[in-house]
């Protein structure tokens, strides 16, 4: 590794790390950055999904006040994200890696797709909190299971799985957004840290792009949580479906 893509994977982390806690999705900027520099997607998955926990788990404890009183709801999403999570990775490691390389793309379009709609999903959930005051305390059997396939989306490709959560949560809870997003910086910390530690003993990983994502999506996570919410939006969105479709159309060329 040069020291120039030593850097790049650095700051890929650190804005990954910023953006992951904020909005979610920061893989679509560390995902398609090590594509690039000639890492095999599974490589990159893998790599991604370890590198990263540090920034979730940095960015969760920046959100800690805005957990209060929800330590009842979040131990039981926690348990489905652990399950879901599992899932995942077993689906990585056991489909075949051309499988994986071919709904690559796929997976990132979507998740470009989830995060340019993601403007609409907040507004309206938003309506339909001022309109439901009745919504179960914890969502439901509907959300946790909804939560348990992000998860397995998660252990199996961890691009947008914030969206989602936040899209999910919304729709079944009655919380103010920055409380679900402590809940969803938690949740996706739980799916990265589990299927990181399986990854780190069974799949192909670079420990050094490891390092170095770990290193600055901690960073990263700080950053979102203390400065990152008076960044505007639409920078941060523009900048993840600019580098997602980019992606995109690297993986369908090669």
Known sequence: MTWWHALIILVAGIWAGTINTVVG???????????????????????????????????????RHELKGQWSRV????????????????????????????????????????????????????????????????????????????????????????????????????????????VKNLLSAVVNVVAGTIYAFVAPVSWPVVGLLAVGSTIGGQLGAKIGRRLPPTVLRGVIVVVGLAAIVQLLLK
């Not at 994986?100 to 999903?121: C, D, M, R, T």
């Open 25 to 63: 999705s920061g893989t679509l900027v560390t995902f398609p950055v090590l594509v690039a520099l000639g890492y095999s997607p599974v490589t990159a998955t893998t790599s991604n999904a370890i590198g990263l926990a540090p920034g979730t788990i940095s960015g969760t404890i920046g959100y």
């Open 75 to 182: 131990s039981r999403y926690a348990v489905a994200s652990f399950l879901g999570a599992i899932g995942g990775t077993i689906l990585l490691l056991s489909l075949p890696k051309d499988a994986f390389e071919a709904v690559v793309p796929v997976l990132v379009g979507l998740a470009v797709v989830l995060v340019i709609v993601q403007p609409k999903i907040a507004a309206w959930v938003t309506r339909r909190r001022e309109g439901n005051g009745h919504t179960p305390a914890h969502g439901g059997p509907l959300l946790l299971f909804l939560i348990f396939l992000v998860g397995i989306y998660g252990g199996y490709f961890t691009a947008a799985q914030g969206v989602m959560l936040m899209a999910f949560m919304g729709m079944l809870l009655n919380e103010s957004i920055q409380r679900l997003n402590a």
